[in-house]
């Protein structure tokens, strides 16, 4: 299956400053991909639609100007979380489904842990 | 809304089958049942999906009941690496929508 890579893997930071994650698609192009986060014992909730070359699409609730996200390539999105906090730690994965009529799932990142001390 | 239920957790017997349950009582023509798993710290992994028919691939199986309320993943032989958590989801086979989920079933494989 197609391969989504995420860097950092883990990362502790201080308060107030701000983590940039990178997703990765591989080995195929994507035009869009999704922000997940997922703390403890819970299940995954999606965070925002990365579309490459417009703005994000944003779930309800989630802050758009401390949750950035960018799209600037067909093989790349970022998340930046800005002026991180304590209770923004927690388990960051991505997904990108391939285009094309060939495939009908997505693929998952491997996941960045965020640690704000 | 959930659309799916699953039982919050399961033990199975290491090479004994595993089988997972899900009801969608309320699923569409056009959805399509998928699987996922995720195994600890890691990122969700597609298993397998299906619309009516059964279903099976190198991983595992997927019944469909005739009614399409409800499905069943089997994992064949389970071992210790198939403990995870498994997610249930219906959606239209378009692989760019998002993909919203449940709470899934905690799946523990006792050796």
């Known amino acids: 299956g197609a391969v989504v890579s995420q860097h950092p893997s883990w990362v502790i930071c201080k308060s107030g400053t701000s983590v940039k994650i990178e997703c990765r698609s591989l080995?195929?192009?994507?035009?869009?991909m999704f922000w997940y986060r997922q703390f403890p014992k819970q299940s995954l909730m999606l965070m925002a639609t990365?579309?490459?070359?417009?703005?994000?699409?944003?779930e309800q609730g989630v802050e758009k100007d401390k949750f950035l996200i960018n799209h600037a390539s067909l093989t790349l999105s970022t998340l930046t979380v800005t002026s991180a906090h304590p209770e923004d730690s927690s388990f960051y994965i991505c997904?990108?489904?391939?285009?094309?009529?060939?495939?009908?799932?997505?693929?998952f990142g491997p996941g960045t842990r965020l640690t704000v001390l | 809304d959930a659309k799916t239920t699953q039982p919050p957790s399961m033990d199975c017997a290491e090479g004994r089958a595993a089988n997972l349950p899900c009801n969608h009582s309320?699923?569409?023509?056009?959805?399509?049942v998928y699987w996922y798993r995720q195994i600890h710290s890691q990122g969700p992994q597609y298993i397998i999906h299906?619309?009516?028919n059964n279903e099976t691939n190198e991983m595992a199986s997927l019944i469909i009941t005739e009614d399409r309320k409800s499905s069943t993943l089997i994992l064949p032989h389970a071992t210790l690496r198939d403990t995870a958590v498994y997610y249930c989801?219906?959606?239209?086979?378009?692989?760019?929508?998002?993909?919203?989920f449940g709470k899934g079933t905690r799946l523990h494989i006792l050796p």
């Open positions: 989801i219906v959606r239209v086979a378009r692989s760019g929508d998002k993909i919203i």
């Open positions: 309320t699923i569409s023509g056009n959805e399509y």
């Open positions: 990365s579309n490459e070359g417009s703005k994000a699409t944003y």
């Open positions: 997904s990108a489904p391939p285009g094309g009529s060939s495939y009908n799932e997505q693929f």
């Open positions: 080995d195929f192009q994507a035009t869009t």
């Open positions: 299906g619309l009516k």
